[in-house]
């Protein structure tokens, strides 16, 4: 399997502490994603990083922040966690734009 | 954006029957992915596919990039084939990949 895991694996907070989840890998690949998968939307983009330093929004950003000060991590913060951003997180890497995803095992996080 | 379509939505087998999951997307591709997430949640990356016909045992799959669709074709299905499978596109510069609602198969032993 490719080299890339996330922790924590599950996390349960309360609403308005701040929570950090990380995505980290070993295959020395440019882009790093984070997605959330809800029932009945699927996955969406929160953050993506195309680069050290390099990141842009997806199309459900806020509520979110990522940072990338090295290649194999890509961390993403919910400032003041809201029940709404209970979810699955999923992190996904890829050597380029027409190169196949690997996703990680994905976090549980539940915001109470 | 760029839109993604699967179809159908729930798909319930015999073990052992054959099965085509449909993907239609919207606009012109040159990257076109299939993910299985197993029961566990576990998202695994089927086949890489923008155009033409690909195998992997009794997965196959096929695009047709003029004609804007995907199948993806299971042959003697096992209960271990059930789960959620995903085509995913990209939009905007092909930096990021936009994911279809998804097809949930389900095997009956």
């Known amino acids: 399997d490719a080299g890339i895991t996330q922790s924590p694996r599950h996390k349960v907070t309360e609403t308005g502490t701040p929570v950090t989840l990380r995505c980290h890998q070993t295959?020395?690949?440019?882009?790093m994603y984070w997605y959330r998968q809800d029932p009945g939307h699927g996955l969406r983009l929160i953050h993506y990083s195309y680069g050290v330093k390099d990141t842009d929004k997806g199309e459900v950003s806020d509520g979110y922040s990522v940072s990338r000060s090295k290649t194999e991590d890509f961390l993403l913060t919910l400032e003041s966690a809201t029940s709404s951003q209970t979810s699955v997180y999923f992190c996904?890497?890829?050597?380029?734009?027409?190169?196949?995803?690997?996703f990680g095992s994905g976090t549980r996080l539940t915001v109470v | 954006g760029i839109q993604v379509e699967q179809s159908p939505p729930d798909l319930i087998l015999q073990e052992g029957a054959n099965s085509t999951l449909r993907c239609n997307f919207s606009d012109s591709v040159n990257n076109l992915q299939w993910f299985h997430q197993n029961p566990w949640g576990q998202l695994i990356n089927l086949f890489y596919i923008p155009s033409g016909t690909k195998q992997n045992g009794r997965l196959s799959a096929t695009t047709v990039a003029t004609e804007r669709y995907s199948l993806l074709y299971i042959s003697s299905s096992q209960t271990t084939d059930s789960g959620v499978y995903f085509c995913?596109?990209?939009?905007?510069?092909?930096?990021?990949?936009?994911f279809g609602t998804g097809t949930r198969l389900t095997i009956i032993p």
């Open positions: 996904a890497i890829t050597g380029g734009p027409l190169s196949g995803y690997t």
């Open positions: 995913a596109v990209p939009s905007f510069g092909n930096e990021k990949l936009t």
């Open positions: 295959e020395n690949h440019r882009y």
